[in-house]
């Protein structure tokens, strides 16, 4: 019972944590709004990119999931981002290695814009063969798009994008 597993092992919020959170979720609304509408704008702008081959966002209207989305996601549809790059594992790589507003981790939905590379990060673990039974291509990269500034995000991308392709 959850209840006594709180009691028994001491898992209960502090006083200070309780009132962070009770005024977190007074902007809560508006924080994920803004980060579901600059994903949006995003996603777009990668899906022009030529270095750009696929981009994976079900806000986009060739999203397979475009439809179910428009009727399910009510407020906007999401804050991460997943694309490939052209130039395979390598590029991927010097890509999210190369932001410089985007945090290079794992975590994805805070406030920070966040980047990863799934095939050696999240999904290192798994050979090949498994990553790519489950759409986790070499080229594949995964964003969290936080509060920062659309066109700030945009150019730190575009940058890291021109880094990338100079090493492929």
Request: proline share 2%; charged share 20%; aromatic share 6%.
């Given at each position: 019972?959850?209840?006594?597993?709180?009691?028994?092992?001491?898992?209960?919020?502090?006083?200070?944590?309780?009132?962070?959170?009770?005024?977190?979720?007074?902007?809560?609304d508006?924080?994920?709004r803004?980060?579901?509408?600059?994903?949006?704008?995003?996603?777009?702008w990668?899906?022009?990119?030529?270095?750009?081959?696929?981009?994976?966002?079900?806000?986009?209207?060739?999203?397979?999931?475009?439809?179910?989305?428009?009727?399910?996601?009510?407020?906007?549809?999401?804050?991460?981002?997943?694309?490939?790059?052209?130039?395979?594992?390598?590029?991927?790589?010097?890509?999210?290695?190369?932001?410089?507003?985007?945090?290079?981790?794992?975590?994805?939905?805070?406030?920070?814009?966040?980047?990863?590379?799934?095939?050696?990060?999240?999904?290192?673990?798994?050979?090949?063969?498994?990553?790519?039974?489950?759409?986790?291509t070499?080229?594949?990269?995964?964003?969290?798009?936080?509060?920062?500034?659309?066109?700030?995000?945009?150019?730190?991308?575009?940058?890291?994008?021109?880094?990338?392709?100079?090493?492929?």
């Amino acid at each position: 019972d959850l209840y006594f597993i709180q009691n028994a092992t001491g898992a209960v919020m502090s006083p200070f944590d309780a009132f962070l959170i009770s005024r977190g979720m007074k902007t809560l609304d508006l924080r994920v709004r803004a980060q579901c509408e600059t994903a949006l704008e995003i996603a777009a702008w990668l899906e022009e990119d030529d270095r750009v081959s696929r981009v994976l966002y079900p806000g986009l209207t060739q999203h397979s999931g475009y439809d179910v989305a428009v009727k399910q996601m009510k407020g906007g549809f999401g804050a991460m981002v997943s694309f490939e790059v052209l130039g395979g594992l390598n590029s991927a790589r010097a890509m999210a290695n190369s932001t410089e507003l985007f945090q290079l981790a794992v975590s994805l939905g805070a406030v920070e814009s966040l980047i990863e590379q799934p095939a050696t990060m999240s999904h290192a673990s798994y050979d090949r063969e498994d990553r790519l039974l489950h759409g986790i291509t070499d080229e594949l990269v995964r964003i969290s798009v936080g509060l920062e500034s659309p066109a700030d995000l945009k150019n730190d991308l575009h940058n890291a994008l021109e880094m990338a392709m100079a090493t492929s």
